[in-house]
């Protein structure tokens, strides 16, 4: 049996296939590996741009910075981050990543859980406009500073 399951997907609610990418307004996503209940991208931010600060019903990441500098907000906490460096973030973690510095950041995210899937952002804070109007009515949107 192989660790990686490269080849389909898993009986669990993976809606990704090896290969798959998209370019986004920050950078770009790689999926590297899908297994039964997880998924493996390889992320690449642009120097200066930052994801959407955001959270997830059905699964959580680990992060692993691998290349440039980062900052991680992780419900309302900072955190700088160097390669080696790693994060874990619950289901339902508010969160969001910059690159800090000249060169892009590039870090591999773990996702686990039942559905693993780009319909499981629940987008809270934008900087290029993809904010649902449920998203602008979410638990956290009203008060948040970040």
Do not use: C
């Amino acid at each position: 049996m192989s660790i990686l399951n490269t080849d389909h997907r898993s009986a669990s609610n993976i809606r990704y296939a090896v290969g798959e990418r998209d370019s986004r307004p920050w950078g770009t996503w790689e999926v590297l590996a899908i297994g039964d209940r997880y998924t493996v991208k390889r992320i690449r931010v642009l120097p200066g741009q930052r994801l959407s600060l955001q959270y997830h019903q059905h699964r959580s990441e680990h992060w692993t910075i691998v290349q440039g500098f980062a900052e991680v907000e992780l419900d309302y906490v900072v955190h700088q981050m160097t390669p080696g460096d790693h994060i874990h973030i619950p289901v339902g973690g508010l969160h969001r990543v910059r690159a800090l510095g000249s060169e892009p950041l590039v870090f591999l995210e773990v996702q686990v859980g039942e559905v693993l899937d780009e319909n499981d952002i629940v987008r809270v804070s934008d900087d290029y406009g993809r904010l649902k109007p449920s998203a602008e009515n979410s638990r956290e949107s009203a008060g948040s500073v970040l």
